[in-house]
C-alpha cells in the first residue's frame, strides 16, 4: 500500500511539473529586449526635456512675431495675421495677437511687414480655437487656401487650418478611420504571411546579404577601378568595401546555421495566422 502511495505521488508531482512535457521558457531575445529598453529610456528622456522646455500652446494658441504666446504671455488671446489689400497676400512673417475677432473689413489696424508699422484693413473672420481665420464664405475659400498654404507651405495646411479648434471631433474621425484601416491592413498582413510565410523571410534575409555584400563588391569594384566617389579615396571606400563583403559574409552563414530553427519559425507564424484569421476576436483583442 505504502508503495503505491508512492508512487501515485511520485506521478502527480511529475505531471504538476511545468517542464512536463515541455520545454521550459526562457528569454530569447535579451539583445531585443536591452534595444528596446534603451529606445524607451531615450523616447522617455525626450518627452521629459520636450514636457519641462517646451510649450504645446504655442501650437493650440499661437504667437505673435515677438514668440509670445497669445492669451498666455498676452492679455490677447486670439492670434491673427494682416492681409495686403492691394496683392492679397497675408503678412504671415509678422503674426499678431489680438484682443477678438474682426468680422467686417470695416475696421483696421496697426500692422509690421517689411517696411515698418502699416495701417492696413481688417477683413471678416471666423474664429478657430484661438486662431482667426477668414471667414468660409464657401468650400473654396481663396483666402483660407491662400493663408493656408502661406503659413504651412502646401495645400494640405488648408485642411490643417480648416479642422483647427475642432480636436475632439477630429480625434473621433482620426480614430475611428485609423481602427478601419488598422483592421483591413492587419488582417492584409494576416493573409500575406499566411501564405507567403517562407518567402518573406528568406526574402528578408536576402535583402540583408544583397544590401551589404552588394554594396560592399560595388564599393570594392569601384577602389579597384580608381573610382573617387562620393569625395572618398580609394583607400576608405576598399576598406568600407571588405567590411560589408565580411558583414554579408556572416549574414550567410548565420541564416544557414539557423534554417532548422528559421523552418520552425515559420511554422510557427502560419500556424498562428490560421488561428487569428478562424478567430476575429482575437485579433481585435
Avoid at 29 to 37: G, H, R, S
Avoid at 181 to 205: D, E, Q, W
Amino acid at each position: 500500500g505504502d508503495t503505491r502511495a508512492v508512487s501515485i505521488k511520485e506521478n502527480r508531482d511529475s505531471d504538476a511539473s511545468p517542464s512536463h512535457g515541455l520545454q521550459d521558457h526562457v528569454c530569447t531575445d535579451v539583445p531585443c529586449l536591452l534595444f528596446l529598453f534603451c529606445n524607451l529610456a531615450f523616447l522617455s528622456w525626450i518627452s521629459v526635456y520636450a514636457w519641462n522646455n517646451g510649450n504645446c500652446r504655442k501650437l493650440t494658441n499661437g504667437y505673435n512675431k515677438e514668440k509670445q504666446i497669445c492669451g498666455l504671455d498676452t492679455n490677447k488671446s486670439f492670434l491673427f495675421w494682416c492681409q495686403d489689400p492691394y496683392t492679397k497676400d497675408f503678412l504671415v512673417d509678422y503674426p499678431m495677437c489680438i484682443d477678438a475677432c474682426p468680422n467686417s473689413n470695416e475696421t483696421s489696424r496697426i500692422c509690421a511687414n517689411t517696411t515698418g508699422n502699416v495701417t492696413l484693413p481688417d477683413y471678416p473672420t471666423q474664429r478657430s480655437g484661438n486662431w482667426c481665420l477668414p471667414q468660409r464664405v464657401n468650400a473654396t475659400n481663396h483666402d483660407l487656401r491662400h493663408l493656408s498654404n502661406e503659413v504651412f507651405g502646401s495645400s494640405w495646411g488648408e485642411y490643417i487650418v480648416r479642422l483647427h479648434g475642432d480636436v475632439l471631433l477630429i480625434a473621433a474621425n482620426v480614430a475611428t478611420m485609423g481602427a478601419f484601416i488598422g483592421i483591413i491592413a492587419g488582417y492584409s498582413y494576416l493573409l500575406l504571411l499566411r501564405k507567403f510565410a517562407r518567402v518573406l523571410a528568406y526574402l528578408i534575409f536576402s535583402l540583408m546579404v544583397v544590401s551589404t555584400a552588394g554594396v560592399g563588391g560595388y564599393c570594392v569594384y569601384a577602389a579597384a577601378r580608381g573610382e573617387n566617389v562620393d569625395g572618398q579615396d580609394t583607400g576608405a571606400k576598399l576598406r568600407a568595401g571588405c567590411i560589408l563583403i565580411v558583414i554579408g559574409t556572416f549574414v550567410v552563414v548565420w541564416v544557414a546555421s539557423l534554417l532548422t530553427e528559421l523552418d520552425t519559425a515559420v511554422s510557427c507564424i502560419e500556424a498562428s495566422c490560421e488561428c487569428l484569421m478562424e478567430e476575429p476576436t482575437l485579433f481585435t483583442e
